[in-house]
């Protein structure tokens, strides 16, 4: 498939679903552009506050599960964002956690998981 952004032919793998643009160039731009896309969806929020208070509503069902089965994978897949996340839970500042650190808890997580399910 062919970038619309940078031109070059690369695999399906290399885009998001349902973008034109490969993910090396839509990273790029998110971090161009992150004030404003952040402005962008803090305006839209404040607009659309009725309208997100009625959807949760009427889609509680359908929104807890979803919730549910997106925790189950985000702790499963052991993402840099829940690492991060389960260092601030136990106590560590933002300003600590470095990528070292990260892999170093990741590795700990599998081996106390391994361990769980071997005995």
């Known amino acids: ?10 695999p ?3 885009f998001y679903n349902g973008r034109r643009a490969c993910k090396g160039c ?11 896309i952040k402005e962008y969806a ?3 929020r404040k607009k659309n506050a009725e309208y997100k208070k009625k959807w949760c509503k009427n889609n509680a069902e359908y929104k807890k599960k979803w ?3 997106y925790n189950k994978e985000y702790s499963k897949n052991l993402s840099d964002g829940y690492i991060k996340q389960e260092l601030k839970h136990q106590g560590y500042p933002p300003n600590q ?3 070292l650190l990260i892999k170093i808890k990741r590795v700990q ?4 998981r391994e361990l769980s399910i071997n005995n």
């Open 12 to 14: 399906i793998e290399e």
């Open 97 to 99: 956690i470095t990528p």
């Open 1 to 10: 498939m062919k970038c619309n952004k940078c031109g070059i032919d690369k």
């Open 109 to 112: 997580i599998q081996i106390h």
């Open 42 to 44: 803090k305006e839209w």
């Open 67 to 69: 919730q549910k089965e």
């Open 26 to 36: 839509s990273k790029e731009y998110y971090k161009k552009n992150a004030e404003q």
